[in-house]
C-alpha cells in the first residue's frame, strides 16, 4: 500500500523536472490508489482508481483549456527568432519592394512590410519568411 505514495513522490519530482501537468496528474491518481489501498480496496480497483482518476484530471484540465496548445507564430516572434526586433540598414530599394542588406556577416534579401514607406536607411526587422527578412522603417518619415 504505501509504494503508491512513493510513487507519487517519484511522479511529483518528475512533474518539477519536467515543468508538465501529466506527472501531477499520474501523481494524484496515485495517491488516490494509496488511499484507496488504505480503505481496503482490492489490487484492482486500485489501478482502476489510478486510470479514473488521472483520466478525469486530464479531460478536467483540457476542458479548462490549461493544456490547450498555444501556436506561435515564429515568424513574428522575438522570443522564438532573436532577429525580430533587429536593425539593419537599407541602402536602396528595387521596384518589387525588395533589397539585399549585409546582416549578421552575410548578405540578406529583405523585403518591405506591407503598408511601410519605401526609404532608405536603418529599418527594424519584423518578421521573417523563409530567408527574406521584412522590414519596417525604424523612424518612420512623417
Not at 537599407?90 to 514607406?117: E, F, H, I, K
Request: a neutral charge; one cysteine or more.
Amino acid at each position: 500500500m504505501w509504494f503508491w505514495f512513493g510513487f507519487a513522490v517519484l511522479a511529483l519530482i518528475g512533474e518539477v523536472m519536467t515543468g508538465t501537468f501529466y506527472l501531477l496528474l499520474f501523481a494524484l491518481g496515485l495517491a488516490a490508489a494509496g488511499l484507496a489501498s488504505l480503505m481496503g480496496a482490492a489490487l484492482a480497483w486500485q489501478i482502476v482508481t489510478v486510470a479514473l482518476i488521472t483520466a478525469a484530471g486530464l479531460v478536467g484540465l483540457r476542458k479548462t483549456g490549461v493544456l490547450k496548445k498555444h501556436e506561435i507564430n515564429a515568424a513574428r516572434n522575438q522570443n522564438v527568432n532573436l532577429d525580430i526586433g533587429q536593425i539593419v540598414d537599407v541602402q536602396s530599394w528595387d521596384d518589387n519592394n525588395t533589397a539585399r542588406v549585409w546582416y549578421r556577416g552575410a548578405y540578406w534579401q529583405v523585403g518591405l512590410m506591407p503598408g511601410a514607406t519605401k526609404q532608405a536607411g536603418q529599418h527594424c526587422i519584423v518578421e521573417i519568411r523563409g530567408s527574406t527578412l521584412i522590414v519596417e522603417p525604424s523612424i518612420p518619415t512623417h
